[in-house]
Protein backbone atom coordinates (compact mmCIF):
# COMPACT_ATOMS: atom_id res chain seq x y z
CA UNK A 1 0.00 0.00 0.00
CA UNK A 2 1.24 2.89 -0.63
CA UNK A 3 1.57 6.26 1.16
CA UNK A 4 -1.09 7.83 -0.96
CA UNK A 5 -3.30 4.56 -0.69
CA UNK A 6 -2.47 4.89 3.55
CA UNK A 7 -3.72 8.67 3.68
CA UNK A 8 -7.02 8.12 1.85
CA UNK A 9 -8.26 5.38 3.89
CA UNK A 10 -7.22 6.97 7.16
CA UNK A 11 -10.09 9.32 5.97
CA UNK A 12 -13.25 7.19 5.69
CA UNK A 13 -15.40 6.59 7.30
CA UNK A 14 -16.16 3.69 9.45
CA UNK A 15 -19.21 2.44 6.87
CA UNK A 16 -16.97 3.01 4.52
CA UNK A 17 -14.23 1.18 5.79
CA UNK A 18 -16.63 -1.39 6.71
CA UNK A 19 -18.49 -2.33 3.47
CA UNK A 20 -15.21 -1.78 1.55
CA UNK A 21 -13.50 -4.52 3.47
CA UNK A 22 -16.45 -6.69 2.71
CA UNK A 23 -16.42 -5.87 -1.04
CA UNK A 24 -12.84 -6.86 -0.83
CA UNK A 25 -13.92 -10.04 0.77
CA UNK A 26 -16.41 -10.62 -1.61
CA UNK A 27 -14.04 -10.01 -4.82
CA UNK A 28 -11.34 -12.31 -3.41
CA UNK A 29 -14.20 -15.32 -3.23
CA UNK A 30 -14.62 -14.38 -7.29
CA UNK A 31 -10.86 -14.41 -7.79
CA UNK A 32 -9.82 -17.36 -6.27
CA UNK A 33 -12.38 -19.43 -8.75
CA UNK A 34 -11.59 -17.20 -11.62
CA UNK A 35 -8.83 -20.06 -13.35
CA UNK A 36 -11.16 -23.38 -12.01
CA UNK A 37 -13.17 -25.19 -14.34
CA UNK A 38 -16.42 -26.98 -13.31
CA UNK A 39 -14.57 -30.31 -12.44
CA UNK A 40 -12.18 -29.05 -10.27
CA UNK A 41 -14.65 -26.64 -8.05
CA UNK A 42 -16.18 -29.74 -7.26
CA UNK A 43 -13.08 -31.56 -5.71
CA UNK A 44 -13.79 -32.75 -2.75
CA UNK A 45 -10.43 -32.36 -0.47
CA UNK A 46 -11.65 -32.54 3.05
CA UNK A 47 -14.33 -34.91 4.73
CA UNK A 48 -17.12 -32.11 4.83
CA UNK A 49 -18.92 -31.03 2.10
CA UNK A 50 -16.65 -28.21 1.28
CA UNK A 51 -15.89 -27.65 -2.16
CA UNK A 52 -14.66 -24.30 -3.89
CA UNK A 53 -18.57 -24.18 -5.41
CA UNK A 54 -19.27 -25.61 -2.55
CA UNK A 55 -18.17 -22.36 -0.35
CA UNK A 56 -19.36 -19.89 -3.02
CA UNK A 57 -23.29 -21.50 -2.79
CA UNK A 58 -22.72 -21.52 1.31
CA UNK A 59 -21.62 -17.79 0.72
CA UNK A 60 -24.59 -17.16 -1.39
CA UNK A 61 -27.94 -18.75 0.80
CA UNK A 62 -26.07 -19.48 4.50
CA UNK A 63 -24.20 -16.06 4.53
CA UNK A 64 -25.68 -13.22 2.26
CA UNK A 65 -29.07 -13.77 1.37
CA UNK A 66 -29.60 -14.95 5.44
CA UNK A 67 -28.07 -12.06 6.87
CA UNK A 68 -29.12 -8.97 4.47
CA UNK A 69 -32.11 -10.31 3.32
CA UNK A 70 -33.64 -12.92 5.82
CA UNK A 71 -32.41 -11.51 8.69
CA UNK A 72 -31.74 -7.94 8.01
CA UNK A 73 -35.21 -7.01 5.53
CA UNK A 74 -37.48 -10.34 7.29
CA UNK A 75 -37.26 -11.17 3.73
CA UNK A 76 -37.99 -14.64 2.45
CA UNK A 77 -35.11 -17.58 3.56
CA UNK A 78 -33.90 -19.29 0.62
CA UNK A 79 -35.83 -22.58 0.02
CA UNK A 80 -32.49 -24.54 0.36
CA UNK A 81 -31.50 -22.88 3.50
CA UNK A 82 -32.40 -26.60 5.63
CA UNK A 83 -34.18 -29.25 5.35
CA UNK A 84 -35.29 -32.71 7.42
CA UNK A 85 -33.18 -34.84 5.13
CA UNK A 86 -30.33 -32.55 4.93
CA UNK A 87 -28.42 -30.30 7.58
CA UNK A 88 -26.32 -28.56 4.85
CA UNK A 89 -28.16 -28.25 1.66
CA UNK A 90 -26.75 -25.29 0.79
CA UNK A 91 -22.99 -26.85 0.40
CA UNK A 92 -24.57 -29.13 -2.27
CA UNK A 93 -23.51 -27.93 -6.11
CA UNK A 94 -25.11 -31.12 -8.15
CA UNK A 95 -26.00 -29.38 -11.54
CA UNK A 96 -24.73 -26.44 -10.89
CA UNK A 97 -21.85 -24.52 -12.91
CA UNK A 98 -19.20 -22.55 -11.58
CA UNK A 99 -19.90 -19.65 -13.50
CA UNK A 100 -23.73 -19.95 -13.05
CA UNK A 101 -22.82 -19.84 -9.02
CA UNK A 102 -20.43 -16.81 -9.60
CA UNK A 103 -23.15 -15.12 -11.50
CA UNK A 104 -25.34 -15.72 -8.57
CA UNK A 105 -22.65 -14.63 -6.12
CA UNK A 106 -22.07 -11.31 -7.92
CA UNK A 107 -25.43 -10.44 -7.96
CA UNK A 108 -26.73 -11.45 -4.24
CA UNK A 109 -23.73 -9.32 -3.49
CA UNK A 110 -24.84 -6.13 -5.38
CA UNK A 111 -28.77 -7.42 -3.90
CA UNK A 112 -26.88 -6.89 -0.38
CA UNK A 113 -25.43 -3.72 -0.93
CA UNK A 114 -28.77 -2.77 -2.25
CA UNK A 115 -30.49 -3.84 1.17
CA UNK A 116 -27.96 -2.19 3.40
CA UNK A 117 -28.73 1.42 0.81
CA UNK A 118 -28.35 4.30 3.68
CA UNK A 119 -29.38 1.84 6.11
CA UNK A 120 -27.93 3.26 9.72
CA UNK A 121 -25.28 1.23 11.31
CA UNK A 122 -27.33 1.36 14.23
CA UNK A 123 -30.23 -0.04 12.87
CA UNK A 124 -31.11 -3.64 14.73
CA UNK A 125 -32.67 -6.58 13.81
CA UNK A 126 -34.14 -9.71 15.34
CA UNK A 127 -31.60 -12.79 14.97
CA UNK A 128 -34.87 -15.56 15.03
CA UNK A 129 -32.53 -18.38 16.94
CA UNK A 130 -31.37 -16.12 19.78
CA UNK A 131 -34.15 -14.14 20.23
CA UNK A 132 -31.72 -11.07 20.06
CA UNK A 133 -31.23 -8.12 18.29
CA UNK A 134 -28.04 -7.70 16.19
CA UNK A 135 -27.06 -4.05 14.08
CA UNK A 136 -26.29 -4.21 10.74
CA UNK A 137 -23.14 -2.80 12.50
CA UNK A 138 -22.91 -6.21 14.19
CA UNK A 139 -23.71 -7.87 10.89
CA UNK A 140 -21.88 -6.18 8.66
CA UNK A 141 -18.55 -7.35 10.62
CA UNK A 142 -20.07 -10.46 10.92
CA UNK A 143 -19.77 -10.70 7.29
CA UNK A 144 -16.56 -9.46 6.62
CA UNK A 145 -15.53 -12.28 9.28
CA UNK A 146 -17.21 -15.12 7.60
CA UNK A 147 -16.44 -14.08 3.92
CA UNK A 148 -12.95 -13.98 5.06
CA UNK A 149 -13.02 -17.07 6.66
CA UNK A 150 -13.74 -18.64 3.46
CA UNK A 151 -11.95 -17.16 1.22
CA UNK A 152 -8.72 -19.04 3.46
CA UNK A 153 -10.23 -22.10 3.24
CA UNK A 154 -11.32 -21.30 -0.63
CA UNK A 155 -7.23 -19.84 -0.75
CA UNK A 156 -6.24 -23.82 0.46
CA UNK A 157 -8.44 -25.65 -1.77
CA UNK A 158 -7.68 -23.98 -4.87
CA UNK A 159 -3.87 -23.61 -4.18
CA UNK A 160 -4.08 -28.00 -3.35
CA UNK A 161 -6.16 -28.35 -6.45
CA UNK A 162 -3.64 -26.46 -8.67
CA UNK A 163 -0.83 -28.13 -7.44
CA UNK A 164 -2.25 -31.48 -7.93
CA UNK A 165 -2.82 -30.54 -11.34
CA UNK A 166 0.90 -29.49 -11.81
CA UNK A 167 1.72 -33.35 -10.79
Same mark, same amino acid.
Request: hydrophobic share 45%; charged share 25%.
Given at each position: ?9 ? *??? =??? $???? *? $????? =? ?6 ? *???? =???? %? ?10 ? #? ?14 ? %? ?54 ? *? =? ?9 ? %????? #? ?15 ? %? ?6
Amino acid at each position: MSDNDFQKIM *HLS =ERE $LALG *H $LDYAR =ELVVNLCA *HLSD =EQAR %IKLVSSKTTPMG #IVRHLIVAVEQFWFRY %ILTGGARADDWANDADDDPDWDVDGLSLQALIDTYNATCAESNSLIGNVDFSATAV *H =EWQGAFVSLRW %IVLHM #IHETAQHCGHLDILVEQ %IEESLQK
